[in-house]
């Protein structure tokens, strides 16, 4: 299978790291490649690997759904829809 999935992360309440979106197209595309463009397109600090450090904690939300909008719109992404499952005590 050449497809390739991105896994797009945040902060939500309390510091805990949450997954905003999952998703794929079925061509085999450069990950670190499109995240580097969409932050130059955008004005953002480069790319360290796969992460974007140095954005406005106001921002992290809103720039998280912008990208997940371009990887849809630009990128041609789509959306994998998924279920939680919680173990609490």
């Known amino acids: ?4 999935f991105i896994e797009v992360m945040g902060w939500g309440d309390f510091d ?3 997954t ?3 998703l794929y197209t079925e061509e085999k595309r450069d990950v670190k490649s499109i995240l580097e463009t969409y ?3 955008k004005g953002l600090p480069k790319p ?9 904690w106001r921002k992290l939300g809103s720039t ?5 909008n371009y990887l849809k719109k630009k990128e041609n992404f789509k959306t994998v829809k ?8």
Do not use: H, R
Request: charged share 25%; aromatic share 6%; with cysteine.
């Open 64 to 68: 998280a759904d912008d990208f997940i």
């Open 20 to 22: 905003k979106a999952l």
């Open 82 to 89: 998924t279920e939680s499952i919680a173990f609490i005590d």
């Open 16 to 18: 805990i790291k949450i």
């Open 48 to 56: 360290n690997k796969l992460s974007v450090q140095g954005i406005d």
């Open 1 to 4: 299978m050449n497809a390739t």
């Open 39 to 41: 932050c130059s397109l």
